[in-house]
């Protein structure tokens, strides 16, 4: 009897996760489209901004981030201010990567983003977990534009990437 009663709680929060994970991944597309009102909608309901979010990227590897990280890759100025008045913070590292929101501006290549942590007065010299810089990432992925933003601001990059030195020099 009481096998079954562990079964039947555990089945019940497998199923509350799984309405959850289906819940950020509306947000999340809802802030990938810019629908401002949906988000907000979600918001007023309840929703946990500091929620983790667990993905595999391509090399295998977990990645968990949060809905500010999700903005700052694909989302706009407006979506941004909505968050962080909301309690979202600029400086929130993801989980593992240690990624800020800076870091995924720059590898969404968003400029708009980027501009509005610079005009939020975001840390350009937080690293990852390791040890890289949103100047770093910006030099290696080519940024030119978001490099123009970031450069007069940040200290020198003092670990490179590994095997992409000649990229990052």
């Known amino acids: 009897m009481k096998a079954r009663r562990m079964l039947s709680a555990a089945k019940k929060l497998r199923a509350k996760k ?6 950020i991944e509306s947000v999340k597309r809802a802030i990938k489209r810019g629908d401002l009102e949906f988000v907000s909608k979600r918001m007023d309901d309840g929703l946990d901004l500091h929620q983790e979010d667990g993905v595999f990227n391509w090399r295998g590897t977990k990645v968990v981030h949060k809905l500010i990280h999700t903005a700052a890759y694909w989302g706009t100025r407006e979506m941004l201010d ?10 929130t590292p993801a989980k593992y990567s240690g990624c800020t929101p800076l870091h995924m501006a720059v ?20 690293v990852d977990a390791d040890g ?9 992925i080519r940024a030119k534009e978001i ?22 020099n």
Request: net charge neutral; charged share 25%.
């Open 18 to 23: 799984k309405k959850i994970d289906t819940l």
């Open 107 to 126: 590898l969404g290549r968003n400029v708009e983003a980027v501009e509005y942590f610079l005009d939020h007065h975001a840390n350009v010299n937080a």
């Open 82 to 91: 909505l968050l962080v008045k909301s309690g979202c913070g600029l400086e």
């Open 132 to 140: 890289h810089k949103a100047i770093c990432v910006a030099r290696l």
């Open 147 to 168: 490099r123009k933003l970031l450069e007069p601001l940040s200290s020198p990059c003092e670990k490179h990437f590994s095997g992409d030195v000649d990229i990052i």
